[in-house]
């Protein structure tokens, strides 16, 4: 994300710097003419060159946010799969280990302690994987509405920045019609677009990211997660401790 902010400054920099330094080139003339002068001139060209580095820079941003929407969720899709077929294994295992528990009950009171342990592992375990799926949920929704809003600010700041550049042309294509041999056009202009950068860069600095508040969302699930776990194996040993108490004394190995 931060490589992202990096790569939009360098190119609000390729935007402005050449206008600087070519204009600067052809500028060392008097301060006076009877002519047009060559900025005035050469204007069009100018205003088509800033205009398609704009462009390729709203490109180049949509292609970004597009990239990283869709690694985002390519990831979240490669996890989601990986546990829905580490839980079916999973299932599959259990299952196996209540079936061997029902077969070593062989009295009422035994068969009653397997159904009661099966029944309250399963629910503890439904509602471990329910939980910890709902913290998972949170921590995405909140990455996504963070995301959203950092594209909404950097768009935002790359649209000011090209409404200033795009006032600055207009301003110059109005003096150069009006007054074409005024040289102080180009001072004007160059001024405009320095000021639309370091404008830019000011609101980019401003700016402080979201790396932070992602470090949260993770540390809030993280915890979520870790305390899913914890009741869950309280609620796992209880039951396995009630287990082997009605199994106490017949030598029938039980593990829970």
């Not at 902010?5 to 609000?12: D, L, P, V």
């Not at 003339?29 to 462009?55: E, G, H, M, Y």
């Not at 790396?211 to 993280?222: I, Y």
């Not at 979520?224 to 396995?240: G, L, P, V």
């Amino acid at each position: 994300m931060n490589r992202l902010s990096r790569k939009i400054g360098f190119a609000i920099v390729a935007i402005v710097v050449p206008v600087s330094l070519s204009t600067a080139t052809i500028f060392a003339a008097p301060a006076t003419t009877t002519r047009t002068t060559a900025f005035c001139t050469n204007l069009p060209s100018t205003i088509s060159k800033v205009n398609s580095s704009l462009s390729n820079l709203q490109s180049k941003l949509t292609t970004a946010w597009n990239n990283r929407n869709a690694q985002i969720a390519t990831n979240d899709t490669k996890w989601d799969q990986a546990l829905a077929a580490d839980r079916a294994k999973w299932v599959a295992q259990r299952q196996n280990e209540f079936t061997e528990l029902q077969a070593k009950a062989t009295t009422d009171a035994q068969k009653a302690a397997v159904q009661t342990y099966t029944t309250a592992l399963s629910d503890a375990i439904n509602s471990r994987e329910s939980a910890n799926d709902q913290a998972r949920a949170t921590f995405r929704d909140g990455l996504a509405s963070l995301l959203a809003s950092q594209q909404s600010t950097i768009n935002s700041q790359v649209a000011t920045f090209t409404g200033v550049v795009n006032a600055a042309e207009a301003d110059a294509q109005s003096s150069c019609a009006a007054t074409p041999t005024d040289t102080s056009i180009r001072t004007t202009f160059i001024s405009a677009m320095r000021t639309a950068r370091s404008a830019y860069n000011s609101d980019r600095k401003g700016d402080s990211g979201i790396g932070t508040q992602v470090k949260a969302l993770a540390a809030t699930r993280d915890a979520a997660i870790k305390a899913n776990d914890t009741a869950f194996a309280a609620t796992a040993k209880a039951e396995a401790a009630a287990l082997k108490a009605a199994f106490a004394g017949t030598g029938t190995n039980v593990s829970g």
